[in-house]
């Protein structure tokens, strides 16, 4: 009786919310509303879901962002027994998704007409794969973080061979999906021995366990630990867990590699935060177990950067090229993940280049799907030349967007790189600051040669325009904007991350 009392209690304690904790579920439940709405649509028959699933997607997106600026600057609230969180920092996050995933929307619809991919599935697998990452930005406790990784996963390889005639899309949606599920497998056992050593999936309890009782950092915790970490190495996609990317983004329709590269990356570093910290990286808890943690993540930086940037040296194939300096990328990011807890700013530096990333990285792409031929062709270097003249508009937009991917005033990649660095300065990591600045010096030879193939180079033969649709203008236009403004105004977007940290940090505590 007793145990049927107690299980009534927590059940009747997952289920009762506060007017609060309704309303920060807004944005998540608007999202869901609406991929379900989409869904409905798509197989009504009498009705052609082309435009109402297409105009239903970018309400709900733009629903979502809407619901969740009216709650950005809400109190840190806890839900669902602990297990989420609704504060700064995920509503941040939860933006960058939306924004994404709504980019990528706009750049699609032209682009399927061209591929002869018209869907409705397509516009509902980008809704469900948004809501996986805003439910891994907010969820604090391992298996429920596991859960909407999968929700997110699952989409995306799907998204991945949605080119379903196209046997590279289709190599590339199966290596994924084989090669992903192997790492959350990994990462899921991982889960599992964390559980062992500690009693809790929830990373709050998991932290406290471990500052109260150090000896509990067993062996078995620290196979653990790696297992996690090595599950979200993958998912960012650093050395040596990184040669599913080039492949995959490759095989992938270019508004998908694009949603990849950005939303994708951004949720799994927005986990990887928390999990960090909730192993107690950068707290005095095991002196020999962070020496090892800080010294495997440097490591993989160090060799994701060199190994990034040295390869796309040799690529001719846009997408690959962009496949390897995304690699590079994550690189940089990793010295924001090793050096957050060394610095004053914490790691309010890697969100503004997580930010910055995204909008060059989006722009590109969207750049690349007007320019992009049926099955992705047309986007090799020698495809470019001549494009200045033929579509000035779209050369300056890819100029903007490479110069801001190379670190070049004054664009947001600049801001963001000079603001990782400086704060990998002050926490003393020099050899990695060295290490970083050389490899963006070799970056800037591969993105200047798109730039002299566009400008500077006479067209082999008689390419075919690229047809710009008022959806994937709109999308370029706002891309190059922000890419200028974060540029321009670094200090604000940096406010934004400040905040979002500090309310990271209390949650922590």
Request: charged letters at 10%; hydrophobic letters at 55%.
């Amino acid at each position: 009786m007793e145990t049927q009392a107690a299980q009534t209690l927590i059940r009747s304690d997952l289920l009762t919310l506060t007017q609060n904790q309704m309303e920060m579920l807004l944005p998540y439940a608007w999202v869901f509303v609406g991929a379900a709405v989409a869904l409905v649509l798509s197989v009504i028959r009498f009705i052609s879901p082309k435009w109402p699933v297409f105009i239903v997607s970018l309400l709900t997106l733009g629903g979502g962002v809407w619901a969740t600026e009216k709650v950005i600057h809400g109190e840190r609230l806890l839900a669902f027994n602990n297990m989420m969180i609704f504060d700064h920092y995920s509503s941040v996050f939860n933006i960058l998704f939306l924004v994404s995933a709504a980019v990528t929307v706009l750049a699609s619809f032209r682009y399927l007409d061209k591929e002869g991919l018209q869907y409705p599935e397509y516009y509902v697998l980008i809704l469900f794969s948004a809501l996986g990452m805003m439910l891994m930005a907010s969820s604090i406790d391992l298996v429920v973080m596991f859960i909407a990784l999968e929700l997110m996963s699952l989409a995306v390889y799907s998204l991945v061979g949605f080119r379903r005639a196209d046997r590279k899309s289709n190599e590339a949606a199966m290596k994924y999906f084989v090669l992903g599920s192997a790492a959350s497998a990994i990462l899921l056992y991982g889960v599992a021995l964390l559980y062992g050593s500690t009693g809790s999936t929830n990373i709050l309890d998991i932290l406290a366990t471990i500052e109260k009782t150090p000896a509990l950092v067993t062996p078995v915790f620290s196979v653990g630990a790696w297992l996690v970490m090595i599950g979200f190495l993958f998912k960012v996609a650093s050395v040596p867990f990184h040669m599913w990317m080039p492949d995959v983004y490759e095989g992938s329709p270019a508004p998908i590699t694009g949603f990849m590269t950005t939303g994708l990356k951004a949720a799994a570093f927005a986990t990887f935060i928390r999990v960090t910290m909730s192993l107690g990286y950068g707290k005095s808890i095991s002196a020999v177990f962070q020496h090892h943690m800080h010294d495997a993540l440097w490591v993989c930086a160090v060799l994701t950067m060199v190994i990034g940037n040295l390869v796309a040296l040799a690529q001719v194939n846009l997408k690959r090229m962009l496949a390897y300096s995304s690699i590079a990328h994550t690189g940089y990011l990793l010295i924001g993940l090793i050096v957050g807890p060394g610095n004053e700013n914490g790691y309010s530096p890697m969100i503004v280049y997580l930010i910055a990333y995204a909008a060059m990285n989006l722009g590109a792409f969207v750049v690349m799907s007007m320019l992009a031929g049926r099955e992705d062709h047309g986007l090799n270097l020698h495809d470019l030349a001549g494009l200045s003249s033929r579509r000035p508009w779209l050369a300056f937009a890819m100029v903007v967007f490479l110069f801001s991917l190379a670190g070049i005033p004054p664009t947001a990649g600049f801001a963001g790189k000079y603001m990782l660095l400086y704060s990998a300065v002050q926490a003393g990591e020099i050899p990695l600051v060295v290490i970083a600045v050389l490899c963006s010096a070799i970056s800037v030879y591969y993105y200047l040669r798109v730039i002299v193939y566009m400008y500077m180079k006479e067209p082999a033969g008689s390419p075919a325009n690229a047809r710009a649709s008022l959806w994937s203008a709109l999308a370029t236009t706002g891309m190059v904007a922000i890419t200028m403004i974060v540029g321009l105004q670094p200090s604000q977007v940096l406010n934004i991350a400040k905040k979002a940290v500090n309310s990271l940090v209390v949650a922590a505590k």
